[in-house]
């Protein structure tokens, strides 16, 4: 079983939509939740980060985590053609840093 | 200069060369790691250094030598290597090696012929 499990899409959303991203894990005790993008040919950046229960919202943004369902999701309003990239999902494994990351959904945004 | 920087960007090698990548990072962070990442495939661990001493080591072939000098500086250096090893290697910072948020460099692209 994958211990990080992502839909590798591709997810296409026409522009102004919402666009939603998910995420599930397998081990229980992780604490720390992570959002990346990653557009064709760079490297990773973070934009979310949640690690309590319920929704964590920055602009565009929001990241809902359901611990007891081993679930993290990342809802992008008004998605625009500029969100159009790989979303990776990792989550903080029980060793501290190390980090497990989903194989990533990509999302392409039509105008 | 300021974040994650690798060098070089692009590289193309034989697979009986040897190459280094390099990386520095202008955070004042403690731990540093390489990642491998191939088409389709999740980011892979390779290594972890926290204050210069790796505390990880990925089940990585030998023929993958990591050197990390100080804190600011990570070596990745490539022997032997074979094509299937071509992919985005990328090195990432975080403050300490039990601090989970990571900023990742732009990665150095790699192709083994």
Known sequence: QKEVEQNSGPLSVPEGAIASLNCTYSDRVSQSFFWYRQYSGKSPELIMSIYSNGDKEDGRFTAQLNKASQYVSLLIRDSQPSDSATYLCAVNGDQGGKLIFGQGTELSVKP | ????????????????????????????????????????????????????????????????????????????????????????Y??????????ATQYFGPGTRLLVL
């Open chain 2, 1 to 88: 200069e300021t974040g994650v920087t690798q060098t070089p960007r692009h590289l193309v090698m034989g697979m009986t060369n040897k190459k280094s990548l390099k990386c520095e990072q202008h955070l004042g962070h403690n731990a540093m790691y390489w990642y491998k990442q191939s088409a389709k495939k999740p980011l892979e661990l390779m290594f972890v250094y926290n204050f210069k001493e790796q505390t990880e080591n990925n089940s990585v072939p030998s023929r993958f030598s990591p050197e990390c000098p100080n804190s600011s500086h990570l070596f990745l250096h490539l022997h032997t290597l074979q094509p299937e090893d071509s992919a985005l």
């Open chain 2, 90 to 99: 990328l090195c990432a910072s975080s403050q300490e090696r039990t601090a």
